[in-house]
């Protein structure tokens, strides 16, 4: 399982809410697939952070279709729930957390709320099998994964997600996961600071 953790690279998210969002919001369901999930903490940050910057409109026609290879057959539960334990909460902004989180069944545990738990489903699925669980994506997030993969495993998993997006659709990779030279005619980039691109 990859590591990750609340509001990991909060460059591309911000990226994504400043850039991708409003592009996002002219359609009639925000449809995002955040491929390689881990337990939840990725698509629930990004979420969060559409939340505090959509009215309620337009978020409850946000769907986050959360997929992970999941080889612990554990991560639909914990999503489910998005109960987490304190040490897995001290990164989240103080405000964004008292706004979206209570205190949990269980002691030391915060769960979100259920605006934000609704937002979010998840799907066991495995990316290397080169299809997509869906299509017509408006943004496809995929953050802590490609790294682990080689060369040419990189570029099928791209090419597919090319496929997955809606036209004019957009990719937001990892800060530090640039996109390949064989790739890069089928996107282009829309910020300097960060890895977003929109579908060409």
């Not at 390689?36 to 939340?51: D, K, R, T, V």
């Not at 964004?96 to 259920?114: A, K, M, P, W």
């Not at 489903?121 to 099998?129: A, G, P, R």
């Amino acid at each position: 399982m990859a590591f990750t953790y609340f509001f990991r690279d909060l460059q591309t998210l911000e990226a994504i809410r400043d850039f991708v969002l409003p592009d996002l919001k002219t359609k009639q369901y925000i449809d995002i697939w955040d491929a390689g999930c881990a337990m939840g903490q990725e698509p629930y940050s990004l979420s969060m952070l559409l939340n505090e910057s959509m009215g309620h409109m337009y978020f409850r026609n946000l769907r986050i279709l959360a997929t992970d290879i999941d080889e612990s057959n554990r991560f639909e539960e914990i999503i489910a729930k998005a109960s987490y334990p304190e040490d897995l909460i001290q990164r989240i902004p103080k405000g964004i957390f008292s706004r979206h989180f209570t205190s949990g069944d269980e002691v030391g545990y915060y769960q979100l709320n259920e605006e934000i738990r609704k937002s979010v489903t998840f799907k066991k699925h495995d990316l290397l099998t080169l299809i997509p669980p869906e299509s017509g994506f408006g943004l496809i997030m995929c953050k802590n994964v490609l790294l682990h993969f080689n060369d040419d495993q990189r570029l099928n998993v791209i090419k597919m997600f090319h496929d997955a997006l809606a036209e004019g659709g957009f990719l937001a990779l990892e800060q530090t996961q640039k996109l390949p030279l064989e790739a890069k005619h089928l996107f282009e980039p829309i910020v300097s600071n960060a890895q977003v691109f929109k579908k060409i």
